[in-house]
């Protein structure tokens, strides 16, 4: 479940790298998630969790859904991931 969710975080870091039409701040506000998942997996690895980080995830998604659907799609398998490993 963690390999999954390493690929879907490098599918966004793609996304973003390919220069979809997005914000510059929209553009932040995807890579500090991204960190920030990053971030609670390596807690979750010590036993910590955050229930807060699909919190985070699913308003990304709410918020990129009309303008970004790719991005949102991404942002969902993400979510799932995490609700599969139980963070």
Not at 23 to 32: G, I, P, S
Not at 52 to 66: C, N, Q, T, W
Not at 70 to 77: D, F, M, S
Request: charged residues 25%; hydrophobic residues 40%.
């Amino acid at each position: 479940m963690a390999e999954d969710l390493h690929q879907q975080l490098q599918a966004l870091r793609d996304h973003l790298d390919s220069n979809p039409p997005i914000t510059e701040e929209e553009r932040e506000e995807l890579n500090n998630l991204i960190a920030d998942v990053e971030l609670k997996m390596s807690a979750e690895n010590a036993g910590l969790s955050d229930p807060s980080l699909i919190d985070g995830v699913k308003l990304a998604v709410e918020r990129f859904e009309v303008a970004h659907p790719t991005t949102a799609g991404t942002l969902r398998n993400i979510m799932q991931s995490l609700a599969n490993m139980g963070i």
